[in-house]
């Protein structure tokens, strides 16, 4: 089952399958942190309809370590082989947020969400709800006192093994230079009312990224659609909401 991870660092779908450029591309970005591995999970049926790409984002998947930015981000999704106007996006968690960057940048047809992170004003609106707002608190300060909190998480090493990192400092920092980019200020600023259509699915029961905060963020994307998920948290099923954007996507592919 590929599940998000509670935000236990909110996974990255890494490396791209070889497949026919013919087929609808799509690419999949998981939460923070995850490895190569994850794509394995992904069925056969989905592999087999489309050519799926993804890619390592900084310090996971056995990748160095640097500052992510935006010109980054786009540079990684080129070379995993995504071009303009290819036919979709999903992000999974803290993939949510990089999803939306680049759709808009790429012009992508579709742009789907589970369980996204969002933005930093709508994440702290409801982070009294949020289980992570001192993790996302500590990752707007030092690095020091990020690592002090994530070495007390009680699953720190799931977490390192996640990540495909050789040692906890590496992941610890991979993970806390991708929180401090998703919560830049006005990361979305150009984004305001944007056209882009989004198709967000989300728990209720969501304690790690409130689903109030993705309705907030997602008022200023009118074309969105929030689907809620009843008495679901975090740690839905990524693999069935996957199969159910491209139903709606692709209806050939019922």
């Not at 999803?99 to 009294?128: E, N, P, Q």
């Not at 740690?235 to 692709?250: E, F, M, P, T």
Request: charged share 20%; aromatic share 10%.
């Amino acid at each position: 089952m590929l599940s998000c991870l509670a935000l236990s660092f909110i996974s990255c779908f890494a490396t791209n399958t070889k497949g026919n450029r013919q087929k609808p591309t799509l690419c999949i970005l998981g939460g923070t942190p995850s490895t190569t591995q994850i794509i394995n999970l992904i069925p056969d049926s989905i592999k087999a309809a489309y050519h799926v790409i993804s890619f390592n984002r900084p310090g996971f998947g056995g990748s160095a370590n640097a500052v992510m930015t935006k010109e980054r981000l786009y540079k990684l999704a080129k070379e995993a082989g995504l071009k303009k106007n290819d036919f979709g996006i999903i992000g999974v968690s803290g993939g949510g947020p990089l999803a939306i960057l680049i759709a808009t940048k790429f012009h992508l047809k579709h742009c789907g969400i589970i369980s996204g992170m969002v933005s930093r004003d709508a994440f702290f609106k409801y982070g009294d709800k949020a289980v992570t707002k001192g993790v996302m608190q500590t990752a707007l300060g030092d690095y020091d006192k990020f690592e002090k909190t994530a070495m007390q998480f009680p699953n720190i090493d799931e977490i390192v093994k996640q990540a495909g990192a050789g040692s906890k400092e590496v992941a610890i920092r991979a993970c806390y230079n991708e929180f401090r980019f998703i919560l830049s200020d006005n990361l979305f600023i150009k984004n305001k009312v944007n056209p882009l259509k989004i198709d967000w699915w989300h728990g209720e029961d969501d304690v790690n990224v409130p689903i109030a905060s993705a309705e907030l963020f997602l008022k200023d994307y009118p074309n969105a659609k929030l689907n809620r998920v009843a008495k679901a948290t975090h740690g839905i099923d990524a693999n069935v909401y996957i199969s159910k954007l491209l139903r709606q996507w692709n209806p050939i592919n019922k």
